[in-house]
């Protein structure tokens, strides 16, 4: 998700924020103790995948008084959210930003008491001119952008008249669904300049606009109340403790019994049962299964049963957007709180400014260009160079997520007649399993709110077969 946002925006939402944090001191939610958990020698369910719709789908399935054994592929949870360090500095290397209109993971950090941060309010934007790129009055720079970002998204009301159904005008949106971003933009007529602010803010979602479905837009500003300074808003706060931190407070409630290190290979249901093999040769069975894996990764395990047509499909075609990367960098010269917002093509679409270090700056930056090496100095230094001539990149560390075995994609942005064609279908349970990721969330689908919100779906789907 690229970020942005006006001095103006920022400071007010932060006033709410602040009520809206002192009140949640109060409700604070403490973990039960570890001597509360039953004995680990069996479990109702097993849970695929410590994102955050495993963590969450866990502790649901915990407070339903079931025994929960979560396995994870990885040697840390969080999935596609990773809190870890750079130049010294707490960094994310995923999904980080979170918003008061994202209720299930605001309530989240209310709830865990642990704060909330906010970025540096935007001083500059250094948007696309005619023939470059120039500095803009931040109020200017995203309130053009705003205004074409509303022009462009001017069905969205009639489209997704509630945003968490957003299939309620499925009649309607079977014809704009085949639709992708490249050609609401084509149909727009936009001034080649127009192109470039508006591409500056699209051109990074889907991984291009040739990819995107133009109705996932649409569903993004619905979510948004259609309003630019809250589309803008929600890349602004930050859990102070870090992502990996509240999925760990979200697990340590789930009182689970998780196995990292063990990719799961096969699951299999007998009917009675559901036996789940990992490639560390592990076998373990339980009376249901929350597949909690990003839906790139489905068609690498098998099912017995095997996946729908659908569910492989999904897999194949891909929700979570195969180019996503993200990378850190610190640059010599500090360009003040600037943010940077390219056109469609370039190597770095976004970035955004994080930190004044003593003698630097620490940046963040998103791309969808797979010629860039992210974790490559000079290669950055190049892409920076296309936008601020005398950059200088002192050090870069980048991730790039469709080219991670766990994830096979960054967050989820559908292509188009996913929303139609599909959606519906993958939510639905296979038998004993169920499905949980942000991928195929009603709402905030590409959110960790969605993630949220599918694991409690899926966790509801499942529960029926280990009720004790
Ligand atoms: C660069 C980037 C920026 C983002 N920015 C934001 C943002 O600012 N705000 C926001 O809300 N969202 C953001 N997102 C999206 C958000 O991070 C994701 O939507 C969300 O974290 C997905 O959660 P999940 O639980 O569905 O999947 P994941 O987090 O991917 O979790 C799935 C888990 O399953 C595990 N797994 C995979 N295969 C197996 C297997 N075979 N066996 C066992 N385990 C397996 C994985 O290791 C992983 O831990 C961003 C994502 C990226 C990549």
């Given at each position: 998700m690229s970020g942005t946002k006006t001095s103006g925006i920022a400071l007010s939402r932060r006033g709410v924020l602040t009520a809206a944090t002192a009140a949640a001191a109060h409700t604070v939610l403490r973990p039960p103790s570890a001597s509360a958990a039953p004995a680990r020698t069996a479990s109702d369910v097993i849970v695929v995948g410590a994102g955050f719709a495993g963590v969450t789908a866990a502790r649901a399935l915990r407070r339903?008084?079931?025994?929960?054994?979560?396995?994870?592929?990885?040697?840390?949870?969080?999935?596609?959210?990773?809190?870890?360090?750079?130049?010294?500095?707490?960094?994310e290397m995923g999904g980080v930003w979170v918003d008061p209109l994202q209720t299930h993971v605001w309530r989240e950090i209310e709830n865990q008491g642990t704060g909330i941060v906010a970025d540096p309010a935007a001083?500059?934007?250094?948007?696309?001119?005619?023939?470059?790129?120039?500095?803009?009055?931040?109020?200017?720079?995203?309130?053009?952008?705003?205004?074409?970002?509303?022009?462009?998204?001017?069905?969205?009301?009639?489209?997704?008249?509630?945003?968490a159904n957003p299939l309620v005008r499925a009649d309607l949106l079977r014809r704009v669904d085949p639709q992708t971003i490249r050609d609401r933009l084509d149909a727009m007529r936009l001034s080649v300049l127009d192109e470039k602010w508006l591409t500056g803010a699209t051109g990074g979602l889907g991984g291009g606009s040739e990819r995107g479905a133009y109705t996932q837009f649409l569903h993004l500003w619905a979510l948004c109340n259609h309003n630019a300074d809250q589309y803008y808003g929600i890349n602004t706060y930050r859990p102070a403790s870090g992502m990996t931190s509240l999925a760990r407070a979200i697990l340590t409630e789930a009182a689970a019994d998780v196995r990292l290190n063990s990719p799961v290979r096969s699951i299999i249901d007998t009917g009675r049962e559901v036996v789940v093999r990992t490639r560390t040769g592990a076998s373990y069975t339980a009376t249901s299964v929350v597949v909690a894996v990003p839906v790139n990764v489905w068609n690498t395990i098998e099912f017995s049963p095997g996946l729908t047509v659908e569910r492989r499909r999904a897999s194949s075609q891909t929700f979570g957007v195969p180019t996503a990367q993200k990378l850190w960098l610190r640059l010599r010269t500090?360009?003040?709180?600037?943010?940077?917002?390219?056109?469609e093509g370039y190597p770095i679409h976004t970035l955004v400014p994080i930190k004044q270090l003593a003698d630097s700056q620490l940046m963040v930056g998103f791309s969808g260009d797979q010629r860039l090496d992210v974790n490559n100095v000079a290669q950055v230094e190049r892409a920076v160079r296309l936008v601020v001539p005398d950059a200088t990149v002192l050090a870069v560390r980048g991730q790039h997520w469709g080219a991670d075995p766990h994830a096979l994609g960054g967050g989820a942005f559908r292509r188009p007649r996913q929303l139609t064609g599909l959606l519906n279908a993958v939510q639905l349970p296979h038998g004993r399993i169920s499905f949980a990721t942000s991928d195929i969330a009603s709402g905030w689908s590409g959110y960790v709110d969605g993630a949220m919100e599918s694991g409690l779906r899926a966790a509801e789907q499942v529960a029926r077969f280990a009720s004790r």
């Open positions: 339903r008084g079931l025994r929960v054994r979560v396995l994870e592929a990885r040697n840390r949870i969080g999935g596609r959210t990773w809190t870890t360090t750079f130049e010294g500095e707490q960094v001083e500059r934007a250094l948007f696309p001119t005619a023939t470059g790129f120039g500095y803009y009055h931040p109020e200017e720079a995203f309130g053009w952008q705003g205004a074409l970002l509303a022009r462009f998204s001017e069905r969205a009301r009639e489209l997704f008249p509630d945003a500090s360009l003040g709180n600037t943010y940077v917002h390219t056109p």
